[in-house]
């Protein structure tokens, strides 16, 4: 009786600890996951943000450039505000939907690495 008794206890405890180290595990895996998709977001803001100014520096070096050739500043950055209204244009209409997708697709597969 004793040793059912031992047998039982021993058990219970063994349960307890694998609960434990089960919970434990469940926790590090969500915080591995949580630091993958925090890291991926500020990289991706700290490239958008160089991304942002690089084209804020071409714009200008653009319009200058444009405005010396035809002697106007107007007509200089007004053919640099085509441009991008050009360029705006041709994303909306004919890659809005892929881009959308693709950036879902990579969240998802974020989310859901197993690695």
């Known amino acids: 009786m004793a040793q059912e008794q031992n047998f039982f206890t021993e058990s219970t405890n063994k349960l ?19 630091s993958k998709i925090a890291s991926g977001i500020i990289t991706a803001i700290l490239i958008v943000i160089v991304g942002i ?17 035809t002697h106007s500043m107007v007509l ?10 050009l360029i705006f244009l041709f994303i909306l209409l004919f890659l809005g939907k892929i881009l959308r997708n693709l950036f879902v697709n990579k969240l998802i597969s974020l989310i859901h690495k197993k690695n």
Do not use: C, W
């Open 76 to 85: 200089g950055f007004g053919i640099v505000a085509l441009l991008y209204l």
């Open 16 to 34: 307890k600890q694998y609960f434990q180290q089960r919970v434990l595990l469940m926790r590090l895996q969500a915080t591995d996951k949580v």
């Open 53 to 69: 100014f690089l084209l804020i520096f071409l714009s200008i070096t653009l319009g200058l450039l444009f405005a010396h050739l």
